[in-house]
């Protein structure tokens, strides 16, 4: 498309907010001003609001090697359609992202795709095993910038002082913890608590998680190098960050729209929808949270977006694995549980899913200012559309979402990718 | 009422009502042929994941004598292990039309799960540390027929945090008006004893003197693989229900066990088979108990509010 | 509308426990075995009576008949009460008691519950009232009253020692919706 114009939107941005129509032209921001005009296509943008796409810094795309539950083409329509114009893919793949050929074809993926830029994350240790170091240098030369062993924590604290210590030598990475340690949560299936007691399921306590902040808070530093915590689900949590960034360290924390809007409460019919690590916990778990997404001490809202083939979720609870859907809720969840009950403002809620990930993965072209000169990176929503969530109605594989059946409100209606539009009027252009 | 997953779905009427019924089907057992009817053409599958032969026999009897016909899917191992998952097992065995599964299962919650699957009604045989609803009516029935439950005093003596048995004598318990002490090392607790309605007791001298019934719970010995407590031998000099401790007991205590005991761990061998135990009425009480629940939710359809 | 009065239940009983006697030769080896509840109340009745006149003791039994009907399933079916016979029944006459004979259904229930207690030497039927409308080829052998009704109406007994107040018996018309009309008591 040589030009098109998205007209009649609420232009908001790190900038501020104006109300403005966007020209859009050979994958660049062209003109950002009221009533611009154009002979070639409008994008029809009255009622939405016009925001630099969301990039989630935390999405199970499961290729290779889980294909029946997602691949990287099905996660990236997902992800176009939540409004991300970026990802970062988890490495917990078979084989993992611990080596340049694996990562090489998975980045080769997302630009065939061409719905979202895929960009990958790396493993911390081989095969994620916790004991020799990945081949940290290499990745980062295709690209890496996120080194994680998610899906597992680095249990030994002399390995991930030396993983800290090695990406000290590589400018910009961060190392991301998964913060559970195994020892305390093994066997766990929900958060231990009132209900996990209650209805007989062993629990993962939040001392599992944050015993491994408190650790890997002291060991950055020790060694200086930026450590981002993933999902983070835990009041004590979102304390301890705090008082990291109080001392000046380079922390850095997201979460999942279900920690600030779902409890362990869910669980009670045991229903393996609400089965997640770390688990879902107590209603001041999620006020903590919300208090930390409101005050900064959380960087960015990450959808752990992590599709399961139907069949393993219809199984008993402690059977089923762990996992949610999050990349087409999130914008929605969002909006529904912080925007409208006025914990964030709507432009503190994009710093979250779109400017401020974008920084902590080093995007340069995400997340930007909308200005002349940008590359076209943008999510064009309707904050005030209610729509109910139906699993089949989604363009991911699988069906595993713990929101169905709710009703929200705030709806992508389209989302631009460099310059393609490739979600238009809310369904996918390709 | 379709299912009866745990004693969550009865409140004190229908708990009552089917330890009512049950009395019937206790004078049924006695009789020379002890068989009625009642369900004949009702067809009852019996999935059982974890071997259990007691109360698969007990559940079995008591749907034989209901006249019904039985299936029975004892899962070994190797049926497991060739993948048949628990939903295909479900949907095999309701394609051969099946009124009611009784399920036992290793993972708290599968009955629940097997519940959204299937049209029959389905019965809780144990799941995980969950719930044990028929396990908790025959303790009651037992109990009730020696002593009245409202105000009696109940001691769950033993590894409560992973005990479904415990859970369901809670709240059977409490709905019939007994006040429940559990007495346990703290780390054979439940983690979390909010909502719970009852006292604990980390020192069951303390407490032996003074309580009516003790109900004593199976020592699982994998538990010490889990560093959850030292020795046997320790657990049972602190929660073993010894000779010793026994004759602290007032003098018309009575005794029960869920069974299978270990006799000379949680229970001493003479007070296990003496007279005031009261375990081998409770396993006949069993099959009158699952008699019961069996015609509620296939007979008569409105016996249980 | 009422169509018995206790003057004509307690004749209609003495005549029963004659015919019961009568017909068995003396009542050496009858039991008289009634079903909740009412049925149970007519039995006691009935071997008071004969206690006086023929100087003997008939034994009485309760039976339930719940696990033994034919609509399990159908509708809501609570026992009423324990089955309780108190003599062997294998060899004897069962004079079986109820309170109104109407489908028949009750009564075949009530004998495969008999044939679990034992095999008597002949079962025998007594009710108060016999309506009409079998669906079973049962038949009374001792009749209170003969009383042709239509299917829609509803027979109601009512006895001192289970419903309080006098005994009488009443024919309701019931409404399509349940209700009752026409419900005039003794």
Redesign the interface.
């Known amino acids: 498309m040589p030009e098109y114009l998205i007209k009649g939107g609420r232009v908001i941005d790190a900038t501020g907010e104006r109300t403005a129509d966007v020209l859009v032209r050979d994958g660049k921001v062209a003109d950002v001003a009221p009533d611009l005009q154009t002979t070639e296509d409008v994008i029809e943008a009255r009622g939405c609001i016009v925001s630099p796409g969301f990039v989630d810094l935390h999405v199970h795309l499961r290729e290779p090697g889980d294909e029946e539950a997602e691949t990287i083409e099905t996660g990236t329509r997902a992800a176009a359609r939540g409004g991300f114009t970026a990802v970062v893919a988890m490495p917990n793949t078979r084989p993992a992202l611990d080596d340049a050929a694996v990562v090489s074809s998975v980045l080769a993926l997302g630009k065939e795709a061409g719905l979202c830029d895929v960009v990958s994350s790396g493993c911390i240790t081989v095969a994620r095993a916790g004991e020799q170091l990945a081949p940290m240098g290499e990745l980062y030369a295709l690209g890496v910038r996120i080194f994680t062993d998610d899906g597992f924590c680095v249990a030994s604290a002399g390995v991930m002082r030396r993983a800290l210590e090695y990406a000290a030598s590589l400018p910009g990475a961060i190392v991301a913890q998964h913060a559970e340690d195994e020892t305390l949560a093994a066997g766990g299936h929900m958060h ?3 209900w ?8 993962r ?1 939040s001392v599992a998680e944050t015993v491994i902040v408190a650790r890997d808070i002291e060991l950055c530093e020790v060694t200086g190098t930026p450590v981002h915590f993933l999902h983070c689900s835990a009041a004590g949590t979102v304390a301890l960050v705090r008082a990291a960034k109080a001392r000046g360290l380079p922390v850095s924390a997201e979460c999942a729209p279900h920690h600030f809007s779902l409890t362990d409460e869910c669980c009670e ?3 393996p929808q609400f089965k997640v690590h770390p688990p879902l916990r107590t209603q001041a778990d999620v006020e903590a949270i919300r208090e930390g997404l409101a005050d900064g001490t959380i960087d960015a809202i990450a959808t752990d977006h992590a599709p399961h083939t139907p ?1 393993s979720k ?6 089923a694995p762990p996992g949610m859907l999050g990349l087409e809720t999130a914008l929605a969840v969002t909006i529904t549980e912080l925007v409208e009950p006025g914990t964030l403002t709507l432009s503190d809620a994009l710093a979250l899913l779109s400017w401020r990930p974008a920084r902590l993965a080093g995007l340069e072209a995400h997340g930007r200012p909308i200005v002349p000169d940008a590359p076209a990176n943008l999510t064009i929503f309707d904050p005030g559309h209610e729509w109910v969530v139906e699993p089949g109605g989604l363009a991911s594989r699988a069906r595993n979402t713990p929101f169905a059946g709710r009703t929200l409100r705030g709806k992508v209606r389209h989302t631009v990718l460099n310059g393609d539009v490739v979600v238009r009027d809310g369904a996918a252009t390709r | 009422m379709k299912h009866l997953l745990s004693i969550d779905d009865l409140d004190v009427e229908s708990l009552t009502d089917l330890l009512d019924l049950s009395e019937h089907f206790v004078a049924v057992n006695q009789r020379d042929i002890p068989k009625v009817p009642a369900l004949r053409g009702k067809v009852v599958a019996s999935l059982f994941y974890e071997d259990s032969t007691r109360t698969r026999l007990s559940f079995e009897t008591a749907a034989k004598r209901l006249s019904c016909d039985v299936m029975t899917f004892s899962v070994s191992q190797s049926s497991v292990k060739k993948g048949e ?3 295909d097992t479900v949907q095999t065995i309701e394609a051969m039309g099946i009124d009611a599964i009784v399920i036992r ?6 009955p ?2 097997v519940a959204e ?1 299937t049209d029959a009604s389905v019965i809780n045989a144990g ?5 044990h609803p028929t396990q908790a009516l025959l303790d009651a029935l037992t109990l009730r027929r020696h002593r009245e439950l409202n105000g009696l005093r109940v001691a769950i003596v033993g590894d409560v945090r992973h005990s ?1 048995v415990a ?1 369901s004598n809670v709240k059977a318990l409490d709905l019939l008006g007994a006040d429940v002490t559990l007495v346990a090392p703290p780390t054979l607790l ?7 309605p009852v006292q604990v007791s980390h020192d069951f001298d303390d407490v032996i003197s003074e309580v009516d019934v003790v109900m004593l719970l199976r020592m699982q010995f994998e538990r010490q693989g889990e560093a959850l407590f030292p020795t046997v031998r320790e657990y049972t000099a602190r929660y073993g229900l010894t000779e010793a401790r026994a004759e602290r007991l007032k003098p018309d205590a009575l005794i029960m066990h869920p069974g299978p005991m270990n006799r000379g761990v949680e229970v001493a061998a003479s007070v296990a088979d003496g007279p005031a135990s009261l375990v081998t009425e409770q396993v006949a009480n069993g099959v009158a108990v699952r008699m019961a629940v069996l015609f509620s939710l296939l007979g008569s359809g409105a016996t249980i509010a | 509308m009422s169509v018995l009065d206790a003057g004509d239940l307690r004749r209609a009983q003495t005549r029963i426990a004659h015919e019961i006697v009568e017909r068995n030769r003396g009542a050496a080896d009858v039991v008289l075995v009634g079903l909740y509840t009412r049925g149970l109340a007519i039995a006691r009745r009935l071997t008071a009576a004969i206690a006086e006149f023929e100087d003997l003791d008939v034994p009485v039994g309760a039976l339930d008949v719940s696990f033994y009907r034919d609509d399990i399933g159908l509708r809501a079916v609570t026992p009423t009460g324990p089955t309780e016979v108190p003599v062997d029944i294998t060899g004897r006459v069962v004079v079986l008691v109820d309170d109104v004979l109407y489908t028949g259904r009750t009564v075949r229930a009530a004998m495969d519950a008999l044939t679990e207690l034992g095999r008597p030497r002949a079962i025998q039927l007594a009710v108060l009232v016999d309506r009409g409308h079998r669906e079973l080829p049962i038949r009374p052998d001792f009749v209170g009253k003969n009383l042709p009704t239509r299917i829609g109406e509803d027979v109601r007994v009512r006895l001192h020692e289970v419903d309080g107040g006098l005994d009488s018996v009443e024919l309701r018309a019931e409404t399509i919706d349940g209700g009752e009309e026409g419900m005039v008591p003794a």
């Open positions: 231990e608590g009132a996990s007691s209650r209805l007989g399921i062993p629990g306590p019919g045991f229903d069949e219809e199984r008993p609870f402690e059977e | 998952s628990l939903l299962h290793p993972a708290a919650g599968a629940h799960r699957w799941d995980g540390r969950h719930a479904r859970r439940p983690e979390s004893l909010e909502g719970w």
